[in-house]
């Protein structure tokens, strides 16, 4: 049986959340399928009921796909409740090469890309610099407070 994954991730402003885990993960918005303007317009062509698409659903792309074709799908579903709690799995974003590469190359790495995210709407929490494991990360929250790390 064939499987594809998608990654659902619950927030309160998909267009936000499409626009920095798109440039977080070299992602790209995903289209409406053939046919349709919009997913709003695929989503009632498909019977879905007005009272399950709030005002503005489906008008931009909620959801971001790999280019490359090689990551699941990830979609950003509006919901009325905000993030309250430590999240219980989070995105590692591996930019550093590996053990193989010299700490300090590492360390440059995650920093340009932890910079990079800050000026796309990320917020620092805390850089993790253990020499003697020969760590170097930092730990990171999404523009909705969602923790991620890039190592």
Not at 65 to 86: C, H, L, N, S, Y
Not at 113 to 123: F, H, I, M, S, Y
Request: net charge negative; proline share 9%; hydrophobic share 40%.
């Amino acid at each position: 049986m064939e499987m594809t994954v998608q990654l659902t991730i619950d927030c309160s402003d998909p267009q936000r959340m499409v626009a920095f885990w798109a440039r977080a993960l070299g992602y790209v918005p995903e289209p409406a399928p053939d046919g349709y303007t919009t997913w709003r317009a695929y989503w009632e062509a498909l019977g879905v009921p007005a009272e399950e698409l709030p005002a503005g659903a489906g008008d931009v792309p909620e959801s971001i796909v790999d280019p490359a074709g090689r990551g699941p799908r990830v979609w950003f579903q509006q919901v009325p409740e905000p993030k309250t709690i430590k999240n219980r799995w989070h995105f590692d974003l591996k930019v550093g090469g590996g053990r193989d590469v010299p700490l300090d190359v590492r360390a440059r790495r995650v920093r340009a890309a932890a910079d990079r995210l800050v000026e796309a709407g990320a917020t620092m929490v805390q850089i993790r610099d253990d020499p003697g494991t020969g760590l170097y990360a930092a730990a990171m929250q999404d523009p909705e407070g969602n923790e991620f790390d890039i190592v």
